[in-house]
């Protein structure tokens, strides 16, 4: 009974102190989490949980005893995760997903929020919506077919310079239509009067220009193919032979007959020529005055002669007459007369006009050389401008020398130039013109000549640039430009003044041709094998509290903002921030310590400057590491501004310091269609990849800022990471 007695005082008081008790619940049991203080709710049965629910739920709130509970249930609208196409921002769970408000696009799948900076080109049907905005974001920028259908890389084929073209966002382009390659030809084969007649191969140019033609040497197939065996089939073929210099003299009427009647054998290389038996020779053909085109030209010494083909005859006339009088007559000489004439007139007249058209050679003038005019119109031409010139010095054709009555170049007009006056200006005219007798050279359309370098021009390693279009081989291609600066190393130019069309300057920034790699077992970069390690990436190095001495901490985004609004000239200074990363001493315990070993993976990943080291120590493979202008130590590790300068920048349009506000896109294509172009010329080159780019700006004592390459977006990130890396040089 006593034992009773103290169990059951036991449970009262149990019971008594358990009124304030703290009663807690593991998190999931009874859907709730946290811990209930006081008495647990009778009042509120259902509300199970005692804080908010995620962002994903609804909530629904009882209040009972002073407390609030919570019943949650999902939203309407979310959107099922996991959904390769979004990234969710706020909670998720497999059973309710995420809340269409949390819901965003996928940016590293759908990157483009349009395809503005992508001329020509068409968002591609595969796109992504932001649940709550309805904005969309597209996989790729897409040059369409119907205008752009050719990629101009069929045998036969390259790229045309004068057709439409378009770049979508993955670098290839498209062509409205193609142009032959050299060895190719636009003429049939079969009037080809080259030789080679015979078709090998063809390919469709596009846009109605027809067709590329492949031709191999003639095929003799008979003996009746007159000369052909000895010439085509027996020695290479001239490009000066043609069906009448065989013998196939007489030009086709339309019928394939021979003045005889018989069937003409017909010139393989063009139908239009036959060869007849009896076929005349220019001396038979009347009228013609050269039958030879040396004498042609003698005569006619500013002239060109060729063959006038189908010479007309003289008509034959044949004129058939009959004639039948028959006059009878009776005379009565009484004064009763009578006469009675009897006339018969039968005339009968058959007249045939036949013209013999016989075909031969004659020469005649077809026209005046190059250099010689036969009318004041044409000397006009040759100048660009209204003149009194004369022709002097005819041939019998007419055909001579443009003079003009005036004694200097200045004379034809207020913009025309002596050769003395356009030293260092560029003219898009000149003629070597007779002046009064004396013949000088004159210009016109003359501009000073701009000089330096223009955005997307190719970089050499003498110091040189110039376009793509126009690139050398004979010099080593070592970079892109993609920044201009009045001075080597100052503020560079806003991406709208470099991109402006003419825009040159002395001075800039060039990046290299290729993503620098490292070793995938050390992280080591080797400056002898730059671009074709294992690992395709660069750790950045310097972690665990390594505040670099004398750099900017840029620890927001409302800093990074400030920063490109005052142009902070250290966001555009890689070289030295390069320099000073390089130099810095690492303060991370394991590397002060001895725990990672100089030349380990976790040595080059947490303690070594290896970003900055790898950048000094970089240089193209093809030019020595002691080259003045591109060896080891001319290149550095860009600056975030100079990053987003290479993506293109408009920084009036900036919000935000991490975002993509005020990234255009337009220096990235325009360095990216260089190095496709060099890339086609078996330059070792690569556009850029869209991907996180390091840059040589600190954030923090761990953090550096990087530019994503995909869609321009400005962050920072722990320097043990690794990112892709390219290299920059000022010139």
């Not at 469709?204 to 008979?222: D, I």
């Not at 890339?679 to 800022?705: F, I």
Request: proline share 3%; net charge negative.
């Amino acid at each position: 009974m006593r034992k009773l007695c103290v169990i059951c005082l036991f449970l009262t008081v149990l019971f008594a102190f358990s009124v304030n008790a703290k009663v807690c619940f593991l998190p999931g049991v009874f859907a709730g989490d946290g811990c209930i203080e006081g008495e647990v709710s009778v009042g509120c049965s259902g509300f199970e949980r005692t804080s908010p629910c995620p962002s994903n739920y609804s909530q629904e709130t009882c209040s009972d005893n002073g407390r609030t509970y919570y019943r949650c249930t999902c939203k309407s609208n979310n959107i099922p995760m996991p959904d390769s196409r979004y990234r969710c921002l706020g909670s998720y769970d497999s059973s309710c997903g995420c809340a269409a408000a949390d819901t965003v696009c996928n940016t590293s799948i759908y990157s483009y929020e349009s395809c503005d900076a992508y001329a020509g080109t068409v968002a591609n049907s595969d796109f992504c919506a932001d649940p709550s905005t309805g904005k969309r974001h597209y996989k790729s920028c897409d040059c369409p077919e119907s205008i752009y259908p050719y990629d101009c890389k069929e045998t036969g084929l390259k790229e045309s310079r004068l057709a439409q073209k378009c770049k979508d966002s993955s670098g290839k382009t498209a062509y409205s239509y193609c142009d032959c390659i050299d060895s190719w030809t636009t003429e049939p084969c079969s009037e080809n009067s080259s030789g080679c007649n015979t078709l090998l191969d063809d390919a469709y140019r596009g846009g109605n220009m027809g067709y590329c033609y492949s031709c191999g040497p003639a095929t003799c197939a008979n003996a009746q193919e007159k000369n052909l065996t000895a010439v085509f089939c027996s020695v290479t073929p001239t490009t000066n032979t043609n069906c009448y210099s065989l013998g196939y003299t007489t030009l086709d009427n339309g019928t394939g007959l021979c003045a005889d009647g018989t069937e003409g054998v017909k010139c393989i290389f063009d139908s239009k020529y036959m060869f007849c038996e009896g076929q005349l020779s220019g001396d038979n053909i009347s009228g013609c005055t050269y039958v030879d085109k040396a004498a042609c030209e003698a005569t006619n010494i500013h002239s060109f002669c060729d063959i006038d083909y189908g010479y007309d005859m003289e008509p034959d006339y044949d004129s058939d007459m009959d004639s039948d009088y028959d006059a009878d007559a009776d005379y009565d000489s009484d004064m009763d007369s009578d006469y009675d004439a009897d006339a018969d007139y039968d005339s009968d007249m058959d007249s045939d006009y036949d013209y013999d058209y016989e075909y031969g050679q004659c020469y005649v003038p077809m026209g005046c050389k190059s250099g010689y005019y036969s009318n004041r119109s044409a000397c006009d031409s040759l100048i660009g401008t209204t003149s009194n010139a004369t022709i002097v010095n005819a041939d019998a054709n007419g055909c001579g020398e443009c003079q003009y009555p005036v004694s200097d170049c200045s004379d034809l007009g207020v913009n025309y130039k002596n050769e003395s006056e356009i030293v260092g200006m560029t003219c898009s005219n000149s003629a070597r013109v007779n002046l009064s007798g004396t013949y000088k050279n004159c210009y016109w359309g003359c501009e000073d000549e701009i000089s330096g370098c223009a955005l997307g021009d190719v970089y050499y390693s003498d110091g040189s640039c110039g376009s793509v279009d126009e690139y050398d081989s004979s010099k080593i291609a070592i970079g892109v430009v993609f920044a201009l600066s009045a001075e080597k190393g100052g503020m560079p130019y806003t991406t709208a003044e470099a991109e402006a069309e003419g825009f040159r300057a002395e001075h800039g920034r060039v990046i290299n041709l290729r993503n620098l790699t490292s070793d995938s077992t050390t992280y080591a970069f080797d400056p002898e094998n730059p671009y074709d390690n294992s690992d395709k990436s660069l750790y950045f190095g310097l972690y665990g509290g390594t505040d670099v001495s004398g750099l900017t901490n840029y620890e927001s985004a409302a800093l990074m903002l400030t920063g490109f609004q005052n142009d902070d000239i250290e966001l555009y200074s890689g070289k030295e921030n390069t320099a000073k990363f390089a130099s810095a001493t690492p303060a991370y315990s394991s590397c002060t310590n001895g725990s990672y070993t100089v030349g380990t993976a976790n040595y080059n990943q947490y303690c070594a400057s290896t970003a900055a080291k790898a950048a000094i120590s970089f240089y193209p493979p093809e030019v020595s590491s002691s080259d003045a202008i591109a060896g080891a130590g001319n290149w550095y590790l860009p600056a975030i501004g100079e990053l987003a300068l290479l993506y293109g920048i408009d920084v009036s349009k900036m919000t935000s310091g991490t975002s993509t506000s005020g990234a255009t896109g337009t220096t990235k294509t325009i360095v990216n269609n260089t190095l496709t172009a060099l890339a086609s010329q078996k330059v070792d080159a690569a556009m850029l990849t869209d991907g996180y780019y390091w840059s040589s700006v600190e954030c923090a004592s761990n953090t550096s800022w990087l530019l994503v390459f995909s869609n321009g977006y400005r962050t920072y990130y722990s320097r043990r990471s690794s990112g892709y890396f390219r290299v920059a040089l000022e010139f």
